[in-house]
């Protein structure tokens, strides 16, 4: 029912238990973010799951709200890119060489903190659909201007991001995230992964940068 994090929780299974067991999961699924509702918001929110339709919004305080999206109840916290209201702009371009180190072990995962981002970025190891440190220290975080293109497959064709977006389902408050380019080429796309034409062959040591605004 949840998802491999427990960030998100499947809304269908959850609408079909009972209304008492659909309380206490709710109430421990959201004890496990930190969040704690008030027994009449959740009340509330058993209540009105079954019948509500995807972008339903539920607040659960001042700082966070709850939204329902693409079958999946999605904590909209402190933090995410959608609560932040940052008076100043990300930088136009920032190098992730400074921050990292000369040397990656396997297994290692590394935590960044662009400095003008809200947010870091998560360096995890894999086997295959990532990058090595090489192009690592070559790249520099952007913001999205509009109009990049991104190959999520390799047997497939670029696409415009925002449609990249739409097919996987990225909600639109998890899009705001830096863009990983080499040169003139976009080589990662945190929410989408690794475009397709840049990734590290079979067996090299690789990481993929996951963003957590």
Not at 21 to 42: D, E, K
Not at 135 to 148: C, F, H, K, T, Y
Not at 171 to 177: F, I, L, T, V, Y
Request: glycine share 10%; aromatic share 4%.
């Amino acid at each position: 029912m949840r998802d491999l994090d427990g960030r998100t929780l499947q809304a269908g299974p959850l609408a079909a238990l009972s209304p008492a067991r659909r309380r206490n999961l709710l109430r421990h699924w959201l004890a496990g973010q930190g969040l704690a509702v008030r027994a009449s918001l959740l009340e509330r929110l058993a209540e009105e799951l079954p019948q509500a339709g995807s972008g339903a919004v539920w607040p659960l305080n001042v700082d966070c709200m709850l939204r329902l999206h693409r079958g999946r109840l999605v904590p909209d916290a402190p933090g995410a890119p959608s609560a932040n209201v940052r008076s100043d702009a990300p930088p136009d371009e920032i190098a992730l060489a400074p921050w990292l180190p000369p040397e990656l072990s396997a297994g290692q995962v590394l935590t960044l903190a662009l400095p003008g981002w809200s947010g870091t970025l998560h360096l995890e190891p894999v086997r295959q659909g990532g990058l090595t440190l090489e192009v690592l220290s070559a790249l520099v975080a952007r913001p999205r201007q509009g109009g990049e293109q991104f190959q999520s497959h390799v047997a497939g064709v670029p696409r415009a991001l925002k449609k990249q977006f739409q097919a996987a389902g990225v909600p639109a408050w998890q899009r705001d995230a830096p863009l990983l380019w080499r040169g003139g080429r976009l080589v990662c796309v945190p929410a989408l992964g690794v475009d397709a034409r840049e990734q590290a062959p079979p067996g090299a040591l690789q990481w993929r940068p996951r963003w957590a605004g």
